[in-house]
């Protein structure tokens, strides 16, 4: 199912900022070495997600569902100079991969990485957040 009209697309690809060679890759190995890749943000959307980021320049953002961590790249790429982001994904067997790439962003000492159910570990982090990706586990937004 199309929810973009083709023209609308066609106009936001070609005026949106290219996606970074590090993206991309992530995006590639995603799509080909793991599970429903298409629950990653991709190239519009992490170019929107850092452009928002960008904007609000926030010290602290929390996201929640990680995935193979595209989109915690994207948002991180924004943070203020002593910026964090949390991140939280329920299944830790991405582990490698995502920090592989936190790794490789450049952005590993400015992003946490939490494994494990949201519910459970939002109350736990003594943060206040300037910026929320919600993400994940749709029934309890
Ligand atoms: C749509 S994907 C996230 C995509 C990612 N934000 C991106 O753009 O690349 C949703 C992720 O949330 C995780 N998830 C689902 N329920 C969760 C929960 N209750 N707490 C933490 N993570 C959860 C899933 O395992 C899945 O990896």
Redesign the pocket.
Known sequence: MNIIPDDIQKYAEKYTTKEPGLLAALNRE?NTDFLFPR????HL??RFLSMISALVNPRRIL??????????ICLAEGLSRDGILHT????DE?EPKITEYFKKSGLDQKIKIHF????E?IPALNETFDLV?L???KE?Y
């Open positions: 995603t629950m990653l943000s991709g959307q992490g996201e929640i569902g990680t995935f193979t961590g595209y989109s915690a939280i994904e329920l299944n991405n494990g159910d949201a519910l570990i990706f993400d994940a586990d309890n």
